[in-house]
């Protein structure tokens, strides 16, 4: 079992910052990757940024350069720091770890948390 908690999301004006975390527990070695997707109401969940445990990041184009991932490998926890936010970065926020099982990456997800960015 993998459980994800994460904490962080809210309410910031446009141009603020907020940054989110993510702890994973349970059985998580293999963990090879840890990410954020986001996702708005009809829409698909998106990829926003990916951090392997190398310390490799990918960030989606519309966040670059405004948003930072990182992890600690020491408690489990991956971070996503959210700066210069826009409307349009309002969504729920998903953390999410990739591990592999011996055969296959199996994605794992956290309940989500809010962000709402007001202009």
């Known amino acids: 079992q993998v459980q994800l908690v994460e904490s962080g999301g809210g309410l910031v004006q446009a141009g603020g910052s907020l940054r989110v975390s993510c702890v994973a527990s349970?059985?998580?070695?293999?963990?090879?990757?840890m990410g954020w997707y986001r996702q708005v109401p009809g829409a698909q969940r998106e990829l926003v940024a990916i951090?392997?445990?190398?310390?490799?990041?990918s960030y989606a184009d519309s966040v670059k350069g405004r948003f930072t991932i990182s992890r600690d490998n020491a408690k489990n926890t991956v971070y996503l720091q959210m700066n210069s936010l826009k409307p349009e970065d309002t969504a729920v926020y998903y953390c999410?770890?990739?591990?592999?099982?011996?055969?296959?990456?199996?994605?794992?997800w956290g309940q989500g948390t809010q962000v709402t960015v007001s202009s």
């Open positions: 349970g059985t998580i070695f293999n963990m090879h990757f």
């Open positions: 951090i392997s445990n190398s310390g490799s990041t």
């Open positions: 999410n770890v990739k591990i592999h099982d011996g055969l296959r990456l199996n994605d794992y």
